[in-house]
Every structure is written in structure tokens, then in C-alpha cells.
């Protein structure tokens, strides 16, 4: 399977706990994104990476939440002191190259948080 | 005004008619338009692009940009029950430069 991984597809936390999730992008894209998608809703962004730099985050992302890719590869997105809000699908995307190609996502990582 | 939006629906049609998709955006600086499809629990699925004014054909989809009117339409033609889903436009460009910015979705239900 070439596509886009995440790990895990589901995670249920309980408030004030921290969760850190994956995401395996396709292999030749250099463009990693992480959305947040709530019930009802279109996806929001998050948080995007050009290879290991990240280059912008959505005023969404508070200081709870952190995104790595140190290597250029995986990414990972990590919650602190998680809140009930913060209940949702988290989901990832990657694209080649520059200009506005079109992006592809992975399943998603449902988190829910009791 | 939201920056991207369409009809919530839900949008209901015949089996074997033509579903019609409506997408408006407010940023004239954007610059790629994009259809992806979503079924119950799972994630988007890239289904369209177009990047020019007119139609985009694939398969059963058509695409229809009209920058003018800032205006993006999906046209599924021989509508399938398999067809029902989610379908969310989304945009890139201006000041959505190098993210998707993604409309609520519209609700297609394809009946028997």
C-alpha cells in the first residue's frame, strides 16, 4: 500500500492525558499536512511541512499542540493536557512539490476524549 | 461570509439522474479548485480538480469553474447509491496559499 498512513485509526483518552499520533506520508512528497475534522464539518487546517520545516500553523493550534517531521518523513502530531474539544478526527494529508497540486489523505485518527 | 461555501443539502436524486454541486468562494486570489468525496467515517477522497475556467471531464464527473463568479460546480451524471456520501469542495491560493481551505460539504443521498 502506497498511500497516506496513520496510526492509530482510533484513540480514546481521558481528559488532562497527552496523545501523540503518526502519519506516514506517500514516499516521494515532500508536503505533509495535518487537519482537524469535526462532525458536520469540512476539514480545518492545522498545520503544514515542506521535507523537516514547518512553515505554517493555523491559529487553531494551540499551545497544547505540537507537529514534528524531523527527518523529512513521518510526521507527528502530539496533544497535551487533552480537553474534551479536542475530540475529533485528526486527519493528514501530502502533496509533490510546489504550487497548488492536489492533496491525499490518510484514514484519519479518531480521537475521543472522556 | 465563510470563505468557502456550499448547500448543506441533504441533496436527494434518482438513481441514474444527474446530481448537481454547488461551490462558492469569497478569495479571488484562489487559484485551484478541488472536489473530494467522503463516505460515513472514513476520510476524504480526491475525486476532482480543475485549475482553468470551463468543464473538466472524468468519467461520470464533471467539473465547472467560473472564476468570474468565484463559482465551482460538481456534475455526477448516471448518479450510482454508491454515489451518496459527503461531498466537500475545497480551494487553494490567495490566502489559502499551499493549504486546502474546505467548504462544510453538501449531503448527496442517491435513491433506488
Known amino acids: 500500500d502506497t498511500g497516506v498512513s496513520q496510526n492509530p485509526r482510533h484513540k480514546i483518552t481521558k481528559r488532562g492525558q497527552n496523545v501523540t499520533f503518526r502519519c506516514d506520508p506517500i514516499s516521494e512528497h515532500n508536503r505533509l499536512y495535518w487537519y482537524r475534522q469535526t462532525l458536520g464539518q469540512g476539514p480545518e487546517f492545522l498545520t503544514y511541512f515542506q521535507n523537516e520545516a514547518q512553515l505554517e500553523k493555523s491559529r487553531l493550534l494551540s499551545d497544547r499542540f505540537s507537529a514534528e517531521r524531523p527527518k523529512g518523513s513521518f510526521s507527528t502530531l502530539e496533544i497535551q493536557r487533552t480537553e474534551q474539544g479536542d475530540s475529533a478526527m485528526y486527519l493528514c494529508?501530502?502533496?509533490?512539490?510546489?504550487?497548488?497540486?492536489?492533496?491525499?489523505f490518510g484514514p484519519g485518527t479518531r480521537l475521543t476524549v472522556t | 461570509q465563510k470563505e468557502v461555501e456550499q448547500n448543506s443539502g441533504p441533496l436527494s436524486v434518482p438513481e441514474g439522474a444527474i446530481a448537481s454541486l454547488n461551490c462558492t468562494y469569497s478569495d479571488r486570489g484562489s487559484q485551484s479548485f478541488f472536489w473530494y468525496r467522503q463516505y460515513s467515517g472514513k476520510s476524504p477522497e480526491l475525486i476532482m480538480f480543475?485549475?482553468?475556467?470551463g468543464d473538466k471531464e472524468d468519467g461520470r464527473f464533471t467539473a465547472q469553474l467560473n472564476k468570474a463568479s468565484q463559482y465551482v460546480s460538481l456534475l455526477i451524471r448516471d448518479s450510482q447509491p454508491s454515489d451518496s456520501a459527503t461531498y466537500l469542495c475545497a480551494v487553494t491560493g490567495g490566502t489559502s496559499y499551499g493549504k486546502l481551505t474546505f467548504g462544510q460539504g453538501t449531503i448527496l443521498t442517491v435513491h433506488p
Open positions: 480543475i485549475y482553468s475556467n
Open positions: 494529508a501530502s502533496r509533490i512539490g510546489t504550487g497548488e497540486s492536489e492533496q491525499y
